[in-house]
């Protein structure tokens, strides 16, 4: 399906070095307009460093990033018209829910009363509404991520890229959150980067994997043409047989289902 | 990121300034014949000797009592554990001279204890030493061992209790090891803190003269700076040892990881422990009481009436004055130090680049300066120059005296807030500054307290820098507690002792109100 969609996001060779070792070697994809796309791999597999280069927090040795068909290698992070929203939520514990999602609003111009409507717009997306008036620390970890999430996208990003969001949260909390990420994605239009080391999140949300090791892309296609072709050994080994085990452990309660009915 | 760099370069032009030039200037001053001249005076070997006896067996007994008693507040269950961890910290509130003069108001030839118990042996000398520098050195071992015995993980002593270990192999095995760095710490903390100390042995050292004390004679006294400058960097000896010994000794035993924090109950050490903290209180409280007792007493031992005079003569010989000077030295250091170390902190806390390394290195660097060296080297070196005698060169030198702890309370801080807040701030286009302002400073409000309240007590306490750089005005109010008692004035002196120790208290009174009330706000 991607053929006939524009492309939003375009990587040309990118390398990036810390001392002696280089992290990202010579990386390139590109991302369709409103695609789902998650980038698996292991931890210190250069992850992490390629957002925070797409992001613009980090400047790549060499090579470009297009958006939209402009070159925005060298543009300033807040001009680059993406959001990100990291691990640890990185939430201004001092201010309440709304105050987080308003604040930033307040530096691009807007007026005390729009901010505080646009950002209530916002909270009520995520279904946060009642919890306007609470601070972090009295949110449960999916609320808190869903704030996160508010603030980002109160913006009007059109690309918002995710930097392991999940990790930090409890299963129940994971499997609402993925259909909420969904549900936004669709609502929005918005095209979503999604870095994960965990292959069931990455092969239940997304509309291609990039799978990396060490710097560079092993594979890069839709869930079922990497289970039906997997490109390498790499990808067999660390992608499938992780996901095959899951399977197996799950197929012994296939025949009983879940709703406790034999 | 152009402000950034502005502000490095203001940080590092002042460190330059205000602590890499002055000692080297000191140093400078240092010629072969000048230190040969000193090494062949009788005087000075002997200040070796006292020096080095009086400081490892003080260190040693200093060690000990503060271990102990924190041992007694952690790991048996006591009550009133607050009130003796406040009685126990009193100590730190008062100058060094004040525990001295304490001892001379205790055991001196008309002490109270001394006429009470109608004792024959002279505190002048080694044993005033000790004692004195014990009594002010025991606080700060105190807390350090405290902080390490509170967050001790106690499950090794509960695995080792099922697998029926007994009391003495699971010390030798488990709590010794755990605390072999804090003491290592410890004691180059404290030893260091009583070989820089002049106030104790200048007041009872008698005869026994310190190298501290021979190094004040010379460049204060008798204003020959180049013998200080010699002793000075001798005192630079032990205070560079310890520092490095501490810096390569990292990781002070805390496991990042606790799940929970021994609290042993010890039934049959109870008795023992409440007696040793009551005995440790009143070892603390006695000289504050014999202060007491000594300026509402008309003229002790001969006349022990009550009277309010001495408070209003001692008024009158300039204490409110001078008392006002120290408090404005105080809040102005305090405000400029706690400014200086949050910027400082900051730029190595959360922006990390080469340049960060070094300034961290610097600024942990100059915990190892002692009191006396830095003012030494600040007469040398600002000698010709407008700032010399005026208050603000006694701000400077509390602002870079008292810099290490509490950037170092800032940066431990700040290493733990979320990493990600300024790159969220850079993503939604609101400023570093701002992001500073409006987030990272609520979050670290009570350590800028705790930063705010170091710099005071501390200036208001300090002769060792100020008695080289004090201007005669405004004079601040530590330097008469020497002043009054060398003219015997001994009621003026206890009296002076009282009101650092009133305002010190007071100050220590609103920080952890504040604190108290901020953290109230946060939830």
Known sequence: MEIFMKNKLEIREITKRFGDSEVLENVSFDVADGEFLSVLGPSGCGKTTLLRILIGLLKPDSGRIFKDDTDITDYKCDSRGMGIVFQNYALFENMTALQNVEYALKFHGKSKSEARETAMNMLSAVDLAEHSGKKPKYLSGGQQQRVAIARTLVLNPDIVLFDEPMSALDIAARLAMRKELKNLQKRFGTTMIYVTHDQEEAFSMSDRIMILDKGNISQIDTPENICRYPADNYVKTFVLDNLQAKIDSLSRFTSIGCNGKV | MMRIKTVNFIIAAFFIVFLVLPLC???????????????????????????????LTATAISVIIAFLAAWCLERTSIKFKSVFAMMFVLPMLIPSISHAFGLVSLFGANGFLTNIFKLKRSIYGFVGILAGSVMYSFPVAFLMFDGVLKYEDCTAYKAAEVLGIDAFHRFSAITVPYLKKTLISVFFAVFTMIVTDYGVPLMVGGKTVTLSVLMFNRAVSMIDYDSGSVIGAILLIPAVVAFLVDFFNKDNGQSSFITESAQLRGGPCLLPAYCYC???????????????FMFLETKYPVNREFTVSHVIRTINRGAGTYLLNSLIYAVLSAISGTVFAFCCSYLTARVKNTYSKILHLISITSMAIPGIVLGLSYVIFFHNTPVYSTAIIVVLANMIHFFSSPYLMMYNTLGKVNMNLESVGMILGVGRLRIVFDVIVPKVRCTLFEMFGYFFVNSMMTISAVAFLAPPSPKPVALMINQFEAQRLMESAAFVSLLILAVNLFMKGVIILLEKRDVLKAS
Not at chain 2, 26 to 35: C, K, P, Q, V, Y
């Open chain 2, 25 to 55: 200037s000191m140093l400078h001053r240092i010629t072969a014949e000048g230190f040969l001249s000193l090494v062949k005076m009788p005087q000075f070997k002997s200040a070796v000797k006292n020096t080095i006896v009086t400081s």
């Open chain 2, 278 to 292: 009551i005995l440790l209180c009143l070892c603390v409280l006695a000289p504050v009481v014999s202060f007491c």
